[in-house]
């Protein structure tokens, strides 16, 4: 089954897919997906 949540971030409002093992897909653009793994250390 896939989930599907609407949430808001610091960077904004972000959108994002799920199933039962993990993370499944990311809607926000690519400047909020860029600040995001740069905050991850990646």
Known sequence: MQYISHYE???????????EVGLTGYAGGIEKKIRLVQLEGR
């Open 9 to 19: 971030s610091p960077l904004g409002k972000i959108l994002l897919a799920a199933d």
